[in-house]
């Protein structure tokens, strides 16, 4: 009985767990500080920052994991477009989180405490097959809701703020 209960806990656990090392899926998070600044975060399967930094620069352009590290700012950086109220909004100070899920941070300076509309792209991972990441934007005041940027779409979506909702 409690092998089969094991068993069961691992069929529904396992899946879960295998999906947030999937190279195809990714997250984008702009999150509002509590001082009204704003970052941006990204994370997916380390093997998916591999995947893109060796497409865009080559297989053998690193010799540690602190220029790994560097490419992958580099790559985030060039991907990545946000717009807010058609003025464009630079990724600064980026950081590197590296492990199986890999995470990446950047300071979003420019984000005026009202807006009426953000654009986001983010084809960090369009090289990869079916790749799709899933888009949440937290901003004090408006409704949190989830999209997905993927190739339908081509890796991008415009929103305007009305009555609290994106």
Known sequence: MIKMIKYILLCIIFPSLLSAHQADISSTMIVERNDGTYMVELRTALTA????VHAHYG???YDSPEAFKNLVVKHVTENISIYVDDNYISLENGTVKLGHETYVFFELNGIPKSFESISIQNSSFKD???NQSALI???KGVVKEQFVLSEKNDHQISFQIFNSKF
């Open 59 to 61: 297989e053998f352009t």
């Open 128 to 130: 990869i097959h079916r």
């Open 49 to 52: 920052f591999e995947y893109a």
């Open 137 to 139: 934007i937290l901003k």
